[in-house]
T-cell receptor, first 112, second 115 residues
Framework: KQEVTQIPAALSVPEGENLVLNCSFTDSAIYNLQWFRQDPGKGLTSLLLIQSSQREQTSGRLNASLDKSSGRSTLYIAASQPGDSATYLCALMDTGRRALTFGSGTRLQVQP | DADVTQTPRNRITKTGKRIMLECSQTKGHDRMYWYRQDPGLGLRLIYYSFDVKDINKGEISDGYSVSRQAQAKFSLSLESAIPNQTALYFC??????????????FGPGTRLTVL
């Protein structure tokens, strides 16, 4: 059974800092990995998707990496802004059901 | 217009009541999913459907049932609601794997409170 862990559970940084969110998983037989953003009381917004055969994806100030051999993914946020404040969720898609297994998230607060 | 919609957005009910949560999508996707989110536990899979005639249980299906009325509609029912089913419920869709993209798209969620 896939288990996904996100560290840290919460993070507070001053505006402008670069930061890294971590995601680790136990089963490397994945189809893809998605990073989501969730704002309080809102739904999930997909940020980046990395296919199993890929090592990283970039979108604007966001960069996500995938290392299946070590069971790890990182989400790098450059030059953080207060608008980046949200909970960030890592999710792994299995190869059979194509369903997602989620981590419990990292709650990010960027101080102005 | 939202591609994945959920109704109601908020619902308060009492123990023992039957509740239906509805999900509709205009994305034309074959696959639909129901997840629940509890504080500190992330999202967990309740049921999923690959098409109208293919419905499967997820990790936490006990106490829930689903109906896929059409390609675009997937409903989740709580036959007799209990307080520990209080949670945020999300519907998601994804295209057929033959499309080459297995990204999931989520609805806005339904906040359910069972008293």
């Amino acid at each position: 059974k896939q288990e996904v862990t996100q560290i840290p559970a919460a993070l507070s940084v001053p505006e402008g800092e670069n930061l890294v969110l971590n995601c680790s998983f136990t089963d490397s037989a994945i189809y893809n990995l998605q990073w989501f953003r969730q704002d309080p009381g809102k739904g999930l917004t997909s940020l980046l998707l990395i296919q199993s055969s890929q090592r990283e994806q970039t979108s604007g100030r966001l960069n996500a990496s995938l290392d299946k051999s070590s069971g790890r993914s990182t989400l790098y946020i450059a030059a953080s802004q207060p608008g980046d404040s949200a909970t960030y969720l890592c999710a792994l898609m299995d190869t059979g059901r194509r369903a997602l297994t989620f981590g419990s998230g990292t709650r990010l607060q960027v101080q102005p | 217009d939202a591609d994945v919609t959920q109704t109601p957005r908020n619902r308060i009910t009492k123990t023992g009541k039957r509740i239906m949560l509805e999900c509709s999508q205009t994305k034309g996707h074959d696959r639909m999913y129901w997840y629940r989110q509890d504080p500190g536990l992330g999202l967990r899979l309740i049921y999923y459907s690959f098409d109208v005639k293919d419905i499967n249980k997820g990790e936490i299906s006990d106490g829930y049932s689903v109906s896929r009325q059409a390609q675009a509609k997937f409903s989740l029912s709580l036959e007799s609601a209990i307080p520990n089913q209080t949670a945020l419920y999300f519907c998601a869709t994804s295209p057929h794997p033959a499309s080459g993209r297995d990204e999931q798209f989520f609805g806005p969620g339904t906040r359910l409170t069972v008293l």
